[in-house]
């Protein structure tokens, strides 16, 4: 494996933790004193535009040391799925794993919503009560004003390079 022996360390909202890449390509926890090769931190709010699958928020990753490392876990983890109903019921049992597993799904359905709501409240406050982020119409209005300005100035130059290209024949002649 290319990436054997180097480390990762991550902090993920309140999380922070170092991986270590076994030669098979699995992960394991590596020594809290270990040097990580590549650093990815992603802050909470990120975190929850991510579990949204906000593909704009993965641009705002921030990642430290060896990019290419970083960019090839976080494509492995992106894949990644954890059966966390599996897990559980080797300690609780095949019925509360399930159970628990089906409270928590519904438990993050009903954060995302709220969250989403959340989102959506606040971008109509500042955009009707307290003007703090443009309307889009407002935002392609303004674009079309600057695209009409600058075709104006366009032609003004031109035609003050031409005046000016008389006024020096004039002066030469």
């Known amino acids: 494996?290319?990436?054997?022996?180097?480390?990762?360390?991550?902090?993920?909202a309140f999380v922070q933790t170092k991986l270590m890449?076994?030669?098979?390509?699995?992960?394991?926890?590596?020594?809290?004193?270990?040097?990580?090769d590549a650093s990815i931190d992603i802050s909470p709010s990120?975190?929850?535009?991510?579990?949204a699958k906000d593909d704009?928020?993965?641009l705002h990753i921030k990642v430290e040391g060896d990019a290419h490392l970083a960019t090839e876990l976080g494509k492995v983890?992106?894949?990644?799925?954890?059966?966390?109903?599996?897990d559980l019921s080797k300690v609780v049992g095949d019925i509360p794993a399930h159970q628990l597993n089906h409270f928590g799904k519904q438990s993050v359905g009903a954060v995302k919503k709220q969250a989403a709501n959340l989102a959506a409240m606040l971008v109509e406050y500042w955009q009707e009560e307290m003007p703090l982020l443009a309307k889009k119409w407002q935002v392609e209005q303004f674009n079309a004003d600057v695209d009409y300005l600058r075709s104006d100035f366009a032609r003004l130059d031109k035609k003050l390079a031409k005046l000016t290209q008389r006024i020096q024949e004039s002066i030469s002649h």
Do not use: F
């Open 77 to 86: 983890l992106q894949y990644m799925r954890w059966d966390i109903e599996e």
């Open 21 to 36: 890449i076994l030669p098979d390509g699995s992960l394991d926890l590596a020594a809290d004193n270990a040097h990580a």
């Open 1 to 12: 494996m290319h990436h054997a022996g180097k480390v990762i360390a991550l902090h993920i």
């Open 46 to 51: 990120l975190a929850l535009r991510l579990m």
């Open 56 to 58: 704009a928020a993965k």
